[in-house]
């Protein structure tokens, strides 16, 4: 079922006159194609195609709702699959194209009299069609289909696909209230909490990895890092283009990790770091525009790289290179507290002894304490258990904290800690941080089952968070995720009028919030899940030319553009590519994959820009 989840509609090829396979024509713009391009034109979104490749050989069509299936086939009586293999794109291969429609191997037509035999009905009202059997040649080798629909022997509809991650999109981001509001963030390596979150720069000198430290020392005193735990240091480390890439990544690593043994020498605390190391093309180009350099633009790299050998040349490039010797230095940070350094078999007594002389605020403390050491595995997952917490007025804030840190260690579930949070409203007026978590909770746990029921009164309780003293941005975040699940919900009720106006409602919302590129990608991938791409653009576009855009988006929003050909030659996507090949190549020419084995599509080959960034950063030739 991937390629019903995951394929898109790409776009048609041109209309030519040549001689087919099977005695097929290509009628599309002619009368008898006329009733199925309407019928077509006017199909939903949300209804999807898709070819499907089976290990043993079987090809497979799959159409994601049986009435529009039955739609089409009233108007249409057969069906072609034109598969295309990635050897056709090889580097040294000059003519790529050739004439007529079809571009690959033409399966035999499947006729509509054919088709009960070879349907198959799934449980979720999609349909499976096996069209036919790939020829042996083909048989173990990169890839794609591309539908034909026919009309006799007339073809009416022909579609390339194109890939785009669209099935994997969340709710935002939402956080909890103990304490303080704790922010989970989610990496490779796992999920960490933080409270705030610093980014800085240092510059570097040619050739050098070493800096001043006094830089460094500046940068630590002015935001305070004495007073803060690092939980998480991210580098993003940036040579000047000239020399050898070799050396370049070598400089760049040997600058993250000094700049890393430096913080820890000050805040020796770090738990979890991250580098990237690339050459600093995004800046360089950027730079040179509107300059005597700025045609250098329409080089390659590597005619770049040549040019630049010659040292006169180089070096009267040097006051731009000034400025992209760099790292980007991004820190999410915790606050310290007197009992950092207490060791594991002291701090329940410490946290008992508070309780006992009713210190709340420092019980609060010291169990947020022994929460991050059970996130960072220093303790063991149950040790919360351990902690006596008397069910009284005066401790409300102490058992919310412990609930909270409960629930976010899996240790609880949503059902139950719900329970327990609004027994604890009856001890208190002061019910505006439950409230919130509460909320939270509950639309974790729609989100968990998002074909569930919409849970009742959820909206009016999220609703009247403000007059709480809940921020107003909060309760947005909130309303919105409340919105990501409401129109899931219509959209697997067929109520799609209700789904649409969900999905204005965030469209309008999201705007007045302070968003990450986290949140813009998580948005992003629900916007295009609806097919609403041009939402999805419209949100990512003022991130992905900068340097220091999250890496997911930069890549979602290069999905995205593969819709738009005529965008290709464009300044903000050439940098967008550019931006992708630093950040992560192996990622990048993955695009060129087949897109049933997670590519977008090896067809993007077709256009003279991706075969020339393919075959010289991608292709082993």
Same mark, same amino acid.
Request: hydrophobic residues 35%.
């Given at each position: 079922?991937?390629?019903?989840?995951?394929?898109?509609?790409?776009?048609?090829?041109?209309?030519?006159?040549?001689?087919?396979?099977?005695?097929?024509?290509?009628?599309?713009?002619?009368?008898?194609?006329?009733?199925?391009?309407?019928?077509?034109?006017?199909?939903?979104?949300?209804?999807?195609?898709?070819?499907?490749?089976?290990?043993? +050989?079987?090809?497979?069509?799959?159409?994601?709702?049986?009435?529009?299936?039955?739609?089409?086939?009233? /108007?249409?009586?057969?069906?072609?699959?034109?598969?295309?293999?990635?050897?056709?794109?090889?580097?040294?291969?000059?003519?790529?194209?050739?004439?007529?429609?079809? #571009?690959?191997?033409?399966?035999?037509?499947?006729?509509?009299?054919?088709?009960?035999?070879?349907?198959?009905?799934?449980?979720?009202?999609?349909?499976? =069609?096996?069209?036919?059997?790939?020829?042996?040649?083909?048989?173990?080798?990169?890839?794609?289909?591309?539908?034909?629909?026919?009309? +006799?022997?007339?073809?009416? &509809?022909?579609? @390339?696909?194109?890939?785009?991650?669209?099935?994997?999109?969340?709710?935002?981001?939402? +956080?909890?209230?103990?304490?303080?509001?704790?922010?989970?963030?989610?990496?490779? %390596?796992?999920?960490?909490?933080?409270?705030?979150?610093?980014?800085?720069?240092?510059?570097?000198?040619?050739?050098?990895?070493?800096?001043?430290?006094?830089?460094?020392?500046?940068?630590?005193?002015? =935001?305070?890092?004495?007073?803060?735990?690092?939980?998480?240091?991210?580098?993003?480390?940036?040579?000047?283009?000239?020399?050898?890439?070799?050396?370049?990544? /070598?400089?760049?690593? #040997?600058?993250?990790?000094?700049?890393?043994?430096?913080?820890?020498?000050? %805040?020796?605390?770090?738990?979890?770091?991250? !580098?990237?190391?690339?050459?600093?093309?995004?800046?360089?180009? %950027?730079?040179?525009?509107? %300059?005597?350099?700025?045609?250098? =633009?329409?080089?390659?790299?590597?005619?770049?790289?040549?040019?630049?050998?010659?040292?006169?040349?180089?070096? @009267?490039?040097?006051?731009?290179?000034?400025?992209?010797?760099?790292?980007?230095?991004?820190?999410?940070?915790?606050?310290?507290?007197?009992?950092?350094?207490?060791?594991?078999?002291?701090?329940?007594?410490?946290?008992?002894?508070?309780?006992?002389?009713?210190?709340?605020?420092?019980?609060?403390?010291?169990?947020?304490?022994?929460?991050?050491?059970?996130?960072?595995?220093?303790?063991?997952?149950?040790?919360?258990?351990?902690?006596?917490?008397?069910?009284?007025?005066?401790?409300?804030?102490?058992?919310?904290? @412990?609930?909270?840190?409960?629930?976010?260690?899996?240790?609880?579930?949503?059902?139950?800690?719900?329970?327990?949070?609004?027994?604890?409203?009856?001890?208190?007026?002061?019910?505006?941080?439950? *409230?919130?978590?509460?909320?939270?909770?509950?639309?974790?746990?729609?989100?968990?089952?998002?074909?569930? !029921?919409?849970?009742? *009164?959820?909206?009016? &309780?999220?609703?009247?968070?403000?007059?709480?003293?809940?921020?107003?941005?909060?309760?947005?975040?909130?309303?919105?995720? &409340?919105?990501?699940?409401?129109?899931?919900?219509?959209?697997?009720? +067929?109520?799609?009028?209700?789904?649409?106006?969900? =999905?204005?409602?965030?469209?309008?919302?999201?705007?007045?919030?302070?968003?990450?590129?986290?949140?813009?990608?998580?948005?992003?991938?629900?916007?295009?899940?609806?097919?609403?791409?041009?939402?999805?653009?419209?949100?990512?576009?003022?991130?992905?030319?900068?340097?220091?855009?999250?890496?997911?988006?930069?890549? /979602?929003?290069?999905?995205?553009?593969?819709?738009?050909?005529?965008?290709?030659?464009?300044?903000?996507?050439?940098?967008?590519?550019?931006?992708?090949?630093?950040?992560?190549?192996?990622?990048?020419?993955?695009?060129? #994959?087949? *897109?049933?084995?997670?590519?977008?599509?090896?067809?993007?080959?077709?256009?003279?820009?991706?075969?020339?960034? &393919?075959?010289?950063?991608?292709?082993? @030739?």
């Amino acid at each position: 079922m991937k390629s019903i989840l995951l394929l898109l509609f790409y776009f048609q090829l041109s209309y030519v006159s040549a001689q087919q396979p099977y005695e097929l024509q290509d009628g599309r713009d002619g009368k008898y194609c006329y009733q199925l391009k309407s019928i077509i034109n006017s199909k939903p979104k949300e209804i999807l195609f898709g070819i499907d490749f089976f290990e043993n +050989g079987d090809v497979y069509l799959i159409v994601s709702n049986k009435e529009w299936f039955d739609k089409i086939f009233s /108007y249409a009586n057969g069906i072609t699959i034109d598969v295309i293999t990635k050897e056709k794109y090889k580097c040294n291969t000059e003519d790529i194209n050739g004439n007529g429609l079809f #571009k690959g191997i033409v399966l035999a037509p499947l006729y509509k009299q054919n088709f009960d035999a070879n349907l198959k009905f799934l449980d979720n009202g999609a349909i499976l =069609l096996k069209v036919g059997h790939l020829p042996k040649s083909l048989l173990n080798k990169e890839i794609e289909g591309n539908l034909a629909i026919l009309n +006799g022997n007339i073809v009416c &509809y022909y579609q @390339k696909f194109i890939n785009i991650p669209r099935s994997t999109w969340s709710i935002l981001p939402m +956080g909890f209230y103990t304490d303080s509001l704790i922010n989970p963030n989610n990496t490779q %390596t796992g999920i960490f909490h933080y409270q705030k979150k610093f980014q800085t720069a240092i510059l570097f000198s040619k050739n050098k990895y070493s800096f001043k430290e006094s830089v460094l020392n500046q940068i630590i005193d002015s =935001l305070d890092l004495r007073n803060f735990i690092i939980n998480r240091i991210e580098i993003r480390s940036y040579a000047s283009i000239e020399g050898s890439l070799k050396t370049n990544v /070598y400089l760049m690593n #040997k600058r993250a990790e000094g700049i890393i043994e430096k913080i820890s020498t000050r %805040t020796p605390e770090i738990k979890q770091s991250s !580098i990237i190391a690339s050459e600093n093309w995004v800046d360089f180009f %950027t730079d040179i525009r509107g %300059t005597e350099y700025e045609y250098l =633009l329409s080089l390659s790299k590597s005619e770049i790289k040549n040019k630049l050998l010659d040292t006169g040349f180089s070096k @009267k490039l040097e006051p731009y290179f000034i400025k992209e010797r760099k790292a980007i230095i991004t820190l999410y940070v915790s606050p310290k507290n007197e009992y950092s350094k207490t060791k594991n078999n002291d701090i329940v007594d410490s946290f008992d002894l508070a309780i006992r002389n009713k210190n709340i605020n420092k019980a609060r403390v010291i169990l947020k304490e022994i929460a991050a050491r059970i996130y960072d595995n220093k303790l063991p997952n149950d040790y919360l258990n351990q902690l006596e917490i008397p069910f009284e007025k005066e401790n409300v804030q102490l058992l919310n904290d @412990k609930e909270v840190y409960e629930y976010d260690l899996n240790q609880t579930p949503e059902e139950e800690v719900i329970e327990k949070l609004n027994e604890l409203k009856k001890l208190t007026n002061d019910t505006g941080h439950i *409230n919130y978590n509460i909320s939270a909770i509950t639309l974790h746990q729609w989100n968990n089952d998002s074909n569930s !029921i919409i849970p009742n *009164n959820l909206l009016e &309780y999220i609703s009247n968070l403000p007059v709480q003293g809940i921020d107003q941005s909060l309760v947005k975040r909130l309303l919105i995720n &409340y919105h990501i699940l409401l129109s899931n919900y219509c959209y697997s009720k +067929g109520k799609y009028e209700e789904k649409d106006n969900a =999905l204005q409602f965030i469209k309008e919302t999201y705007q007045s919030l302070n968003l990450t590129d986290e949140d813009i990608y998580a948005l992003a991938k629900y916007f295009a899940y609806y097919s609403q791409f041009n939402w999805a653009e419209s949100l990512v576009d003022s991130r992905i030319d900068k340097i220091n855009v999250n890496e997911d988006l930069l890549f /979602y929003y290069i999905n995205l553009q593969f819709y738009h050909p005529e965008n290709f030659s464009s300044e903000k996507f050439q940098k967008a590519i550019l931006n992708a090949e630093n950040l992560n190549l192996k990622r990048f020419c993955n695009f060129f #994959k087949p *897109n049933d084995k997670g590519g977008a599509s090896i067809q993007l080959l077709d256009n003279k820009i991706f075969r020339t960034i &393919y075959c010289e950063s991608c292709s082993t @030739k």
